[in-house]
Structure formats: structure tokens, C-alpha cells
């Protein structure tokens, strides 16, 4: 079993910036991917960025060029960096992991996380 913790959420102004932590725990496997989902109210969960076990990187065009997904194997961290935060961006955001980077982009991972918010104001 896998546990997930994510932290960093808040409040930010439009053009600010925040990053997302998550800390995974427990059975990981050898080699996994993670991503980052998010939920705003009234909407469905939506896919918005995702890593490969060896770093290999996919985002949401929503969010590419202003978002970047990183990771620490060593630590079992992933990150989001948010930069140029827009209100749109104002979500729950899930962290999740997985066995491939394909499970986990499609929203089909092993393990969800429990949210963090975040709100962008305008």
C-alpha cells in the first residue's frame, strides 16, 4: 500500500507562484511514475502534468510553459512548480502514482493523494 501526502497549497495572487509537494510512503515499487491532477468545484478531476520514473516529462497545454513537474527518487518527492498562477488555476490538486507514465496520464493510478488547495485570486 501506498500513501500520499501532498503540501504547499495556499492562497496566491494572479501572477504568483506556489509549489506543490508530495511525499510518497510505503510499497512504491522499483520504479514508478507520478503526476499531478486537479479539481476545480462543479468539474471534473483533470489530468495536468506527469513524470516518468526517469524523468521524462508531460504536461496539460493549459499549463505548459507555466508549470513545471519534478522529482527526487532518492526522497520519493514530486513537485509542481506554479509560476504565473491565473484564478482558472484556483483547484484541489491531487497528487497520484503509478506504474507507467501512460496509467497515470490517463488517470488510471495506483494511488491517489488527499488534495491540497489551491487559490488564485485576481
Known amino acids: 500500500q501506498v500513501q500520499l501526502v501532498e503540501s504547499g497549497g495556499g492562497l496566491v495572487q494572479a501572477g504568483g507562484s506556489l509549489r506543490l509537494s508530495c511525499a510518497a510512503s510505503?510499497?512504491?515499487?522499483?520504479?514508478?511514475?507520478m503526476g499531478w491532477f486537479r479539481q476545480a468545484p462543479g468539474k471534473e478531476r483533470e489530468f495536468v502534468a506527469a513524470?516518468?520514473?526517469?524523468?521524462?516529462?508531460y504536461y496539460a497545454d493549459s499549463v505548459t510553459g507555466r508549470f513545471t513537474i519534478s522529482r527526487s527518487n532518492a526522497k520519493n518527492m514530486v513537485y509542481l512548480q506554479m509560476n504565473s498562477l491565473k484564478p482558472e488555476d484556483t483547484a484541489v490538486y491531487y497528487c497520484?502514482?503509478?506504474?507507467?507514465?501512460?496509467?497515470?496520464?490517463?488517470?488510471?493510478?495506483?494511488?491517489w493523494g488527499q488534495g491540497t488547495q489551491v487559490t488564485v485570486s485576481s
Open positions: 510505503g510499497r512504491t515499487g522499483s520504479s514508478y511514475a
Open positions: 497520484a502514482l503509478g506504474p507507467t507514465v501512460v496509467r497515470v496520464r490517463a488517470g488510471a493510478p495506483d494511488s
Open positions: 513524470i516518468s520514473f526517469s524523468g521524462g516529462t
